[in-house]
Every structure is written in C-alpha cells, then in structure tokens.
C-alpha cells in the first residue's frame, strides 16, 4: 500500500482560542447580484418545529443563538436548519441535522448553510420550494471563508465532513484523476493549524448523486475509521481494515 503522512502549518487558517480573533485573509468578492444573505425569509415561510429556540448556550460563544427552527428537504435528502444569529443579528440559516454548528475557536464557527429555491415545484398542488445545503463556511466576525478554499481535496459534496471535539475537522480528501478520484483520509486542527493525510489505497469514480455516498468518519478512542479502513490517530497510519459498515 502506498501511504503519506503530512504535517503542514497553515498559518493562514489557524483560528485563536484566546485573545481577538485573527485577521483571516478577506473571501473573493461575489459578481454583482450573487451576494448571499442569511436564508431567514425561506427558514420562516417553512412549517416550523415546536422549538423555535435551541438549547444552544452550552455550545456556542456567548451572545450566539440558534432559532427558528424548520425543516428542509431535496429529492434525495432532507433536515433541519435554524438560524445562527450573534448579538440578534442574523448570520446565516444552517443545516443542523448532519453538521451542526461548530465551535473551532475563541469567535470561530464552521457551519453548512442551507438555501431555498426560488422557483416552486411543480410537483405539489400547494406552492412549496426545495432546500439545499451549499459550501461549508468557516466563519468569523471578521471574516467569513469556504472550506473548499481552505482545505486541501475538501469537497462539500462528497468529503462528509465532521468536527466532533476539540476543534478538529476530520473529513475525506478527493484527489481528482482523469476518470477516478483517490481518497484520502484528511485531518485539520484549526487551533494548531496542523494538516494529516494518509492515502487509503482507494479510488473512486463516484457516479452518483448521493451526498453520502461515503461514510462519516467514525471515531472511537483512539481509532477513526474511514468506511471500515481505521487509523491510528496518534500517528494517522492505517492500523487495519474492517468490513465497510452495513
């Protein structure tokens, strides 16, 4: 099996656990008229959840909140989403189902954000929109950056990324070929600034439209696992292979 291991400080993208938050290279300025804004109109126009307000004090920095809860939904998939504010100030209306908001720093947020259609279905007698998650989106008061542009094989789409503890996004990494992609298994500390990478001896041509075509890494003590391929997550070395999961 080939394998790589990485150690890469990238300064650009550490994110401060104490003191002010850093100035962060500013995002590429949108075309006019493609400027995105938080999706609190379509979030409110949906049939919300009994809890408008989430109990998330024990989560997120102070003076952040989630609320306004609703549902979302596209052909293939659906959630919930609520609207991250700071200081009654809306920032963005976010998937929680699968992601969630995480907190990777002092003032330092990664989120998913959902948009809504505007053009209706033509599918339902009632007047209804479909919903979609986007790009995920390192987020600070100053600034606000895709991961995509961030960290190295990230795709949105299919890298099923998680941040479980301690700052720490674990995610997988799609090297494009000509008609294949290798995969990667990817680890980025955003308080150490510290990049992992191990190639899984796997390609995949992904023909398919389901965002979760691979699996969620899983991580149990010591061992995370990429679809039954587990690292050691002292060293980021394959330690062995278990069965994909059912």
């Not at 939904?73 to 992601?99: C, K, M, N, P």
Request: proline share 10%.
């Amino acid at each position: 099996m080939r394998a790589c291991l990485i150690a890469v400080p990238i300064l650009s993208l550490m994110v401060s656990c104490a003191g002010p938050e850093p100035q962060l290279p500013p995002a590429t300025a949108s075309a006019p008229g493609t400027q995105r804004v938080p999706d609190t109109a379509s979030a409110s126009e949906q049939q919300p959840a009994p809890d408008t307000r989430l109990p998330a004090q024990d989560i997120l920095p102070s003076g952040y909140t989630l609320t306004d809860t609703s549902n979302w939904a596209t052909i293939l998939e659906d959630g919930q989403r609520a609207v991250l504010g700071r200081g009654g100030v809306a920032i963005d209306t976010v998937d929680l189902t699968t992601f969630g908001v995480a907190v990777v720093g002092k003032d330092s947020l990664v989120f998913l954000p959902v948009r809504t259609d505007t053009i209706p279905l033509t599918t339902t007698a009632v007047p209804s929109y479909e919903s979609f998650p986007t790009e995920h989106v390192l987020w600070s008061p100053a600034s606000r950056r895709e991961l995509r542009h961030l960290l190295p094989f990230f795709n949105a789409f299919f890298s099923s990324p998680t941040i479980p503890r301690e700052s720490v996004i674990h995610y997988w990494g799609l090297a494009p070929g000509d008609k294949t992609n290798r995969l990667y298994a990817m680890r980025y500390d955003f308080r150490t600034a510290r990049l992992d990478s191990v190639f899984l001896n796997r390609e995949d041509p992904f023909a398919t439209d389901y965002r979760y075509h691979l699996g969620i890494p899983q991580i149990h003590g010591n061992e995370v696992s990429f679809d039954g391929v587990v690292l050691d997550s002292a060293t980021w070395r394959v330690i062995r292979r278990d069965p994909p999961p059912k």
